[in-house]
């Protein structure tokens, strides 16, 4: 039997995996963006954002901002232009599909605006600490068969948590969220 925690991330990460395929007008709501920010981004991101606001307004320049189901990366695309070239931005999504998108047009963005200070990390945003691509990369290596590989699993979380994190305690001065919190 599966937990309710399971079936509901299962079903969040399949609906957002297809509107990262394909528009889903249902999941949109309107928004005004600063056009300004919006016209260097691929119509791709464009397409395919589904928040419900704008949190890029509370950036400021110079700022490490954390964006918490990225998505798209729409929002982290305008947030690096607001924080310009010594601000960072790192967005946080667990859906390999929204990943895929957002990180397909790193490169052109970095031209497009001038510097490349956004970071995708895949995540939980309920753990943070734990680079989930990172441990799909040691799991690879190091398959879990038995329960000492499971201790060596443990093991290494605890060891990503502590000395390589997906975004480490305290090293933002923003956190921002377009409308994902209601999913977890």
Request: net charge negative; proline share 4%; with cysteine.
């Amino acid at each position: 039997m599966s937990s309710p925690s399971l079936d509901h991330e299962a079903a969040v990460r399949e609906r957002y995996g297809a509107a990262a395929q394909r528009l889903e007008p249902a999941l949109c709501c309107p928004t005004q963006y600063d056009p300004t920010f919006l016209a260097k981004l691929p119509a791709e991101i464009l397409e395919r954002d589904y928040g419900c606001g704008d949190p890029s307004a509370w950036a400021r320049e110079g700022d490490t901002v954390v964006d918490l189901g990225s998505g798209s990366g729409k929002i982290c695309y305008i947030l690096s232009q607001k924080v310009g070239a010594m601000g960072r931005v790192i967005g946080v999504d667990v859906n390999d599909d929204m990943l895929a998108l957002s990180r397909k047009h790193q490169a052109e963005m970095a031209r497009t605006i001038g510097w490349g200070n956004v970071r995708f990390a895949k995540a939980r945003i309920q753990d943070m600490g734990l680079d989930l691509d990172a441990l799909a990369g040691w799991l690879k290596a190091n398959p879990v068969s038995d329960v000492a590989g499971l201790v060596r699993l443990e093991a290494e979380q605890a060891r990503q948590r502590a000395h390589a994190p997906a975004v480490a305690d305290d090293s933002a001065a923003l956190v921002v969220s377009n409308s994902v919190l209601n999913l977890v």
